[in-house]
């Protein structure tokens, strides 16, 4: 009797302290609504896009959030290179900086160097396979940047490049010139068509020569340059094992340096404004070719000074590529990287974002950012026009999917393997030819200024002896970028 | 009568003393955190801990919103300064300032690189100067006014950049973009807009006329979140003080902004209490309305707990001063959020915004708060719990020790083998031991007595054990042959008493039959000795106060006995079917039944037995009868039950059948069955069965179940008069017409008339010597038409004159005998009876005037009746007994004859039948049967006579199973004048006597 008492209590004792021990038994990590799990999110998304973003993550902080325990913080952290340089400082745990995210949009390169340091979470054991195969393979392959199978990046919108024009002074333009919509197709296309408006520009004031407009400029040169090479069968950085070889190959970016540096010259192009929208606000230029993200940027009117606006309405083509060249087209936007922490924050992560990325919802991010969705069953037709009427049928956007999924369906996507230094490489092609152009372009307008002749003084940079001068600063500079970072 | 104290065991005394002890311990423990205030103090500490905090970073954020970021005194006199100069320069006054005026540009484009230092110095996200040029009374705001200004942009405060880059151009003249380097907002307008309700643009203007006297930072108005006209982002609080000229006029303003996400840098709510996903910083504003706004947000706790709601409110929480409740939106979690509220103070008594008010809000959880208390109260509480367990266990263990010598002693008296003498080890401690001493010398006496009484039970050799049970202490006592009998294996141990309760449990399920009481029982147990026997066990049981006593004995053999009996009362030995007897019993217990169905007796009589048996030997005989058999037994079932009744005649009884179709479907199918099957004969020759069969039905036929049988047999007597092999019904016309016809009476009168039968005699000798004990007397017809004297019987039957044929057995058989030319010296008339009939008294008396002094010598053979008339065979008895006649039991073993009867006869003689005779050399199943019979019969005092041995080897057989006398063509023939017995076989006669049994105690084995 009194033994058992004692068994009794001692079998309470060890069940007591078992019990501490006791506890999970699920595969995923259990989540609780009362302790919820807070996520701090940074990305880059301003204006149209952060409004989209926010408006999702209220939506999923009131329904799912609030259900499973889950509290997501966004914060626009800027633009992609201050997230980046933000999320680098963070992670490297520098003076001032603050503690990284749970969450950060970050490009391929800069996911790769956060990952060096070893601060990112594989993704996929919290994904089943089924749940992996509603996205894009090449998105999600895209997201491997290990390349030992884990996942490390998590796809949730994705961009293209465009081109928009101002279609009511490209109709004057037009009907004045009979420029055809044809040349908006190729790269020489729109080099010949900038002239031809520079020219017409030029005659609208007889009294004032060499006043002709620019018309055409564009956002990403980095793109420009790796797109412009790979369509003329150039891998500028060929990617194995993290490691890039790079190509300079003096016979393409020849035609890249004939239909950008020289129209540039000569005032046919502009880089003018942060962003070419800008420029095309203040009727600098009617052509530009940026982010499907910026359509929301571009201007509804023509600011022609303090004053006076007129309105305009846009038109959007696919992006023009070299005649002849191979059909291949830009794909970015980054993803969203989930940091090493515990496994419940790791999982809460990813209910956040398959949540978002769940096709309707993924369908709705795009028509209201001008993204392009990343789950198979959402990039179609059908669905992201249910989502355009949802959303209260905006026109550009319209015109945005259109002309997006007509380029998806014509092209190959084409993204740079990420690489060490990969950042500082892709920074060199951002900046390389914008600095000649404008440093010469300054030189000419100086000497013209100082009395020489346009033409001469043009003709002047327009050699051989210049291209081989700005190749070579090139390749060393990218040789530099690529040893040093 | 002394008044009973409660008993406690000693260990149960030291051992509540020690928890009492421990128990008021744990309760001092508890009484010094409870009413020590001490987890009470260390809330307070908590609390405290969280108020510093908090108040510390509201000093902080007041200190940056006054000192840095809101610090544009040096910024606003050289604004002014500047604006001024232009003006005089200009000659033009500052209401001609409005957007797209040259002069506009110009001054603001002098104002631009104060404005970008001021923005670097003060690490500030935005910085204007907005003109209001012709715009009016500020008092009367106007809707959507353009006016003259610039405001730069600086998302990122903190990083500084050489050259303008990192900056843009929210508004500001088209020119400025290109001339100040820096690039245009998203949202670049050349002109500011104001609306009626931008307080950041008005307040501060219109507090001027109110306030005349008050400085510039006086005048200053902090704006809450807002975001300005056409953006949607970023949200942002903005700072501004009024330019006002010279003569006190405002003409504009000057002002800086943060966004929401700078501020929330200056949040850092990770230094409150709890993980970092549970605490929050609230920048709030308040302009004494309800609630409080939300500025800005760091930490998850306030978005989880106010979702997107704008504003929020606090209640008092008494029990936590100073701390407020925070008070979740509807439908928000009902968690405990503690918050402390510090207002910042922005502004200065008696300036225009008194009434506005902004505070930081630090949040925790209470959970996290008060964490600390928390964990101490629940480590305690395992402290308390574990000390209290280990408490208890030294408590036990203490209790354990101090009383183990006792309860050691206890134990080993407790556990005593009460057949041993009792040994207890010393304790060393003397008061024990002494009593240890005392009981052992008592215990010895005890044990000796009993083992006394257990040796006698050992000693008689009967299968008896008694046992003695004590129930309070569980320990048993028993004889050796307990287990034994038991048919259970002797256990290494004695059993306990747990283990003898549930073999006593076991026993029960075993029981096979109650005696009545309840405590009388014959157990029937599986051998464990003999695996696949059973033991029966006759268990008698006797309660007496704590003990149970019982007595075991072995039944087994004469158990056995009885269940071979019965099994052999109802069989025929040769085919193992149901025998007459049990045919009988069935047709009885038909018609007995309410309904027995449509029901037919099926008569079958082999054809051809009598050639097979001539040809090749009884041995093919049998082999022929048991193909008929094996047939027939494949059809018994339920509703058919087959049976042999002699030699080649067989019954089916069907019964329960619904319809007569029925069952002629399964005779059908039995003939052909039987038609088709082959018995072997001797050189591989196959011999078809053939028989003949009469069928009578009931209800059709007759209405008596009775009458069946006898009907069947006159159906078949018609089958087999029309043509062997085959198949008669009954039918009342024929019987009625020719069951005189076609039987002979008139042979039979003659018969019995003229007395034409003759007698012949087969001698039975006694195993011992060859002696010879008596002739049976078998009677022949001397009839061309009756060849056999079971077919004369049969008749005689039929024409009931039966009497007849008995009386001429008695005095025809016994005048042969009688007659015999030679006979043994003393040999014994053994005279078959008919069962159903008796001698009247006049015969009888004739009988003895004729045959005087012959009773005593005559040997009654009797077999039982399948009539069941008894009657005849009780006054045959009873005349045997007056008479000195002896009597035989013939048959026995056929099914004519069973057990009952020789219980109830208490014969001389017991004949086994020749069918259990034949082959008995070489058929163990028929040895046993047969020592079974002579064992009983021993048992009883009557002589085994074994009929029909035809070889020396079944004669030495029979000898060796217990035979006593012998009968048979090997000894001698039936003959009208039998010769004595051949020495030769006397001399193997007493051979085997002296091989097989003169070293054996005469009498049962």
């Known amino acids: 009797m009194k033994r058992n008492l004692a068994l009794l209590l001692c079998a309470a004792l060890v069940a007591a302290a078992l019990a501490g021990c006791a506890g999970s038994g699920d595969d995923m990590p259990k989540l609780d609504p009362k302790d919820p799990v807070g996520l701090e999110i940074w990305h880059y998304y301003n204006g149209p896009q952060k409004e989209a973003f926010d408006a999702l993550v209220s939506e999923f902080n009131e329904t799912v959030g609030q259900e499973q325990g889950i509290v997501v913080e966004a914060f626009s952290q800027g633009n992609v290179n201050e997230l980046a340089d933000k999320v680098l400082d963070a992670a490297e745990k520098k003076v001032g900086a603050e503690e990284i995210p749970d969450i950060f949009a970050a490009y391929a390169d800069t996911a790769y160097q956060i990952d060096k340091i070893g601060l990112l979470a594989d993704i996929s054991p919290y994904l089943t396979e089924e749940e992996l195969s509603a996205y894009r393979p090449e998105f999600v392959e895209e997201g491997r940047i290990s390349g030992d199978g884990t996942l490390k990046i998590f796809p949730i919108a994705k961009s293209v490049e465009l081109l928009m024009v101002n279609k009511t002074d490209w109709d004057k333009f037009a009907s004045a010139t009979g420029a055809s919509e044809e040349d908006l197709k190729t790269m020489e296309g729109i080099t010949k068509l900038s002239r031809s408006y520079y020219e017409y520009t030029d005659a609208l004031t007889p009294d004032v020569a060499g006043d002709g407009k620019a018309f055409f400029g564009r956002d990403a040169m980095a793109n420009y340059m790796i797109i412009g090479n790979r369509q003329l069968g150039v891998e500028i950085f060929q990617v194995e094992g993290g490691e890039a070889t790079i190509n300079v190959d003096e016979q393409a970016l020849r035609r890249l340096w004939d239909n950008y540096y020289v129209p540039y010259i000569h005032g046919w192009f502009s880089d003018e404004g942060r962003f070419r929208s800008d420029a095309a606000h203040t009727g600098s230029i009617i052509a530009l070719v940026g982010s499907s993200a910026s359509v929301t940027y571009f201007p509804s009117e023509v600011q022609m000074d303090d004053v006076n606006t007129y309105p305009i309405d846009m038109a959007v083509y696919p992006a023009p590529s070299f005649a002849d060249g191979e059909a291949f087209t830009v794909q970015q936007g980054a993803g969203m990287c989930v940091t090493k922490s515990d496994e419940r924050t790791e999982y809460a992560a990813t209910v956040f974002l398959k949540w978002f990325t769940e096709s309707e919802r993924n369908a709705a991010f795009s028509v209201g950012s001008g993204y392009l969705p990343v789950t198979t069953a959402a990039l179609k037709s059908e669905v992201l026009d249910a989502a355009l009427t949802a959303s209260g049928n905006n026109e550009g956007m319209r015109l945005t999917f259109g002309a997006a999924l007509e380029q998806i369906d014509a092209n190959t996507f084409y993204t740079p393997a990420p690489f060490v230094h990969g950042n500082d490489c892709r920074a060199v092609l951002e900046n390389s030819l914008t600095e000649k152009c404008q440093a010469d372009r300054q030189a000419i307008l100086a000497a013209v200024e100082a009395g020489g002749e346009l033409d001469e003084v043009i003709a002047g940079f327009d050699t051989d002896e210049n291209f081989g001068a700005w190749v070579s600063a090139l390749n060393e500079a990218l040789q530099n970028a690529s040893k040093e970072g | ?1005």
């Open chain 2, 1 to 1005: 009568m002394r008044k009973k104290g409660k008993v406690w065991s000693f260990q149960m005394r030291i051992t509540l003393f020690l928890l009492i002890m421990m128990l008021m311990e744990s309760l001092l423990f508890v009484g010094f955190l409870v009413w020590g205030n001490v987890l009470t103090q260390f809330d307070q500490n908590a609390s405290d801990v969280f108020v510093e905090e908090i108040s510390n970073r509201a000093a902080y954020l007041k200190t940056d919103m006054i000192q840095r970021w809101g610090q544009l005194d040096w910024t606003q006199s050289t604004v002014e300064e500047t604006v001024n100069a232009y003006l005089e320069e200009r000659g033009i006054s500052a209401e001609e300032l409005v957007p797209g005026s040259e002069d506009t540009t110009a001054l603001l484009g002098r104002l631009a690189p104060d404005l970008v230092s001021t923005l670097r110095r003060n690490t500030i996200n935005g910085v204007f100067v907005v003109f209001h040029g012709n715009g009016g009374d500020p008092s009367q705001p106007q809707e959507n006014t353009v006016k003259g200004g610039i405001y730069i942009r600086d998302t990122d405060p903190t990083a500084n950049s050489d050259s303008n880059a990192d900056l843009s151009l929210r508004y500001g003249p088209h020119d400025l973009v290109n001339q100040l380097g820096i690039a245009m907002d998203i949202n670049w307008n050349p002109a500011v807009t104001v609306q009626q309700d931008s307080e950041w643009y008005y307040s501060a203007l219109q507090a001027v006329a109110r306030y005349p006297y008050a400085t510039r930072s006086q005048l200053g108005h902090w704006a809450p979140m807002h975001t300005l006209v056409g953006d949607q982002d970023p949200k942002i609080i903005t700072y501004t003080q009024p330019l006002v000229d010279e003569a006190g006029v405002p003409y504009g303003v000057l002002g800086m902004e943060l966004t929401e996400t700078y501020l929330r840098r200056s949040l850092p709510y990770s230094e409150l209490p709890g993980e970092r996903n549970s605490s929050s910083y609230v920048l709030a504003y308040s302009d004494g309305g309800d609630g409080y706004q939300i500025m800005s947000v760091a930490g998850p706790l306030s978005t989880w707990l106010f979702g997107e709601e704008k504003t929020f409110r606090l209640a008092e929480a008494p029990e936590r001063e100073p701390l407020y409740r925070a008070l979740p939106a509807e439908g928000g979690p009902e968690e405990k959020v503690y918050s402390y509220v510090q207002e910042l103070q922005l502004y200065d008594a008696n300036s225009p915004f008194e009434e506005e008010h902004w505070y930081l809000v630090g949040m925790s959880r209470g959970e996290d708060l008060f964490a600390y208390t928390a964990q101490v109260r629940q480590r305690s509480i395992a402290l308390l719990l574990v000390a209290m367990a280990s408490g208890v266990a030294l408590s036990l263990l203490v209790g354990v020790y101090f009383s183990r010598p006792i309860n050691k002693i206890s134990a080993a008296i407790r556990d005593l083998d009460p057949n041993k003498p009792v040994e207890l080890e010393p304790t060393n401690i003397r008061e024990i031991d002494e009593l240890a001493r005392t009981i052992t010398t008592v215990s010895q006496e005890i044990t000796e007595s009993l083992s006394r009484t257990n040796r006698i039970i050992d000693t008689v050799s009967a299968p008896i054990a008694v046992f003695q049970f004590n129930q309070e202490v569980g320990r048993l006592s028993c004889s050796s042959r307990f287990y034994s009998i038991l048919g259970l294996p002797e256990p290494d141990e004695p059993l306990t008493g747990k283990e003898f309760e549930a073999l006593l449990a076991d026993l029960g399920k075993h029981v096979d039959q109650d005696m009545g009481d309840g405590e009388t029982l014959i157990l029937r147990l599986p051998d464990h000795y003999k695996p696949g026997e059973t033991r029966w066990v006759r268990f008698q049981r006797l309660r007496n106060g704590n003990y149970v006593l019982g007595i075991l004995i072995d039944v087994t053999d004469s158990r056995e006995k009885l269940a071979r009996i019965e099994f052999e009362r109802d069989h025929d030995t040769l085919t193992g079917l149901s025998n007459r007897l049990a045919f009988r019993k069935h047709m009885a217990e038909l018609a007995r039944r309410e309904d027995p169905g449509v029901c037919a007796v099926l008569m079958m009589d082999l054809d051809n037995l009598k050639s097979v048996n001539d040809t090749y030997g009884h041995e093919y005989g049998d082999e022929y009868i048991r193909g008929a058999a094996n047939v027939l037994r494949r059809f018994a079932g339920d509703r058919c039950f087959p049976a042999r009744i002699s030699g080649d005649e067989f019954y089916i009884a069907f019964s329960g059948y619904s319809s007569r179709e029925e069952i002629e479907e399964c005779i059908t199918r039995f003939r052909a069955e039987l038609i088709a099957t082959d018995v072997r004969l001797p050189q591989g020759q196959l011999r078809r069965l053939r028989a003949s069969a009469g069928v009578a039905w009931y209800p059709d036929d007759t209405l008596r179940l009775e009458d069946l049988v006898h009907y069947a047999d006159f159906a078949m007597y018609q089958a087999k008069h029309s043509s062997k092999g085959s198949l008669c019904y009954f039918d009342i016309k024929s019987y009625n017409r020719d069951s005189v016809m076609v039987y002979d009476n008139a042979e039979l009168d003659r018969i019995i008339e003229t007395a034409a039968v003759r007698f012949v005699f087969q001698p039975i000798v006694s195993c011992r010597d060859g002696s010879t004990l008596g002739y049976e007397c078998l009677m022949r017809p001397c009839s061309p038409v009756f060849t056999s004297p079971e077919d004369l019987l049969q008749i005689a039957r039929i024409q009931s004159k039966l009497h007849h044929i008995e009386v001429l057995t008695w005095l025809e058989g016994t005048a042969a005998f009688l007659a015999l030319p030679w006979r043994d010296e003393g040999a014994r008339l053994f005279l078959n009876s008919i069962p159903s009939q008796s001698l009247s008294p006049e015969e009888v008396g004739e009988y003895e005037r004729r045959f005087p002094g012959m009773f005593s010598q005559t040997v009654l053979e009797l077999i039982e009746s399948d009539e069941g008339n008894t009657e005849y065979t009780e006054a045959k008895i009873r005349r045997g007994k007056k008479t000195g006649m002896m009597i035989a039991l013939d048959d026995f073993g056929s099914g004519y004859s069973n057990e009952s009867l020789l219980l109830e006869l208490h014969p001389h003689f017991v004949k086994i039948d020749m069918d259990v005779i034949r082959g008995i050399d070489l058929d163990f199943d028929r040895q046993t049967v047969f020592r079974g019979i002579a064992e009983s019969c021993h048992s009883m005092g009557s002589k085994v006579i074994a009929e029909g041995v035809e070889t020396l080897d079944q004669l030495r057989m029979v000898i060796s199973l217990g035979a006593d006398y012998i009968q048979g063509f090997y000894i001698g023939r039936p003959a009208e004048a039998p010769e004595p017995v051949p020495h030769e076989i006397c001399n193997q006669l007493r051979a085997a006597w002296k091989d097989l049994r003169a070293e054996e105690p005469q009498g049962s084995r």
